[in-house]
């Protein structure tokens, strides 16, 4: 186990560093990535926002069709997933996400940190979102997150003053 822990730190570590690079992720690449997270950012934001949030809150449940649907996009998107971290790093890095322990670990790494920057605050609004998102295949959702992203992105490029990761996300003349 710790063997391939280190082994997922060093793609993790490579993806990083790749994003000062020139390539980028396509939308359907970034997609599966954001697929791949989904169900771990759905259980984390439950717990960082269970207290504030009704039993019944879409966002707070560890179980059951809505995070099952997740799940099972997830599984479905790993491989392209795992093909856009190779494409922003080094082919290399392949065999080291070959490994059954890779996906867990990188999550586990990522999500923290996204989950992390959310104001408790804002528990409510995401609450909304989510559900109103629900019905929307898993693959919609992911879709509807990168297209912001993206649009988020373009805004700051105009130098507008907005909150956006620094994603590695193609522009319509850069795929």
Known sequence: ????????????????????QTGCITGPEAEAMTL???????????????ARLPATSLIRRSDGPFVAKYKAAADA????????????SDPAVDALL?????????????????????ALK???????LVTLLEPLPARNSAGVVVATLQYLKSEKAK????????????TQGNR
């Open 1 to 20: 186990m710790k063997i391939a822990a280190l082994l997922a730190l060093a793609a993790l570590a490579a993806v990083t560093s790749a994003q000062a």
């Open 36 to 50: 791949v997270a989904m169900p771990d950012i759905i259980h984390e934001t439950g717990r960082v926002c269970g």
């Open 77 to 88: 998107a790993w491989p392209a997933a795992r093909g856009a971290i190779v494409k922003l």
């Open 98 to 118: 070959q490994s059954d322990y890779a996906r867990p670990l990188l999550t586990s790494l990522l999500v923290p940190v996204i989950v992390g920057r959310i």
């Open 122 to 128: 804002d528990c409510g609004t995401i609450d909304r």
């Open 159 to 170: 130098g507008r003053q907005v909150a956006v990761p620094d994603l590695p996300l193609c």
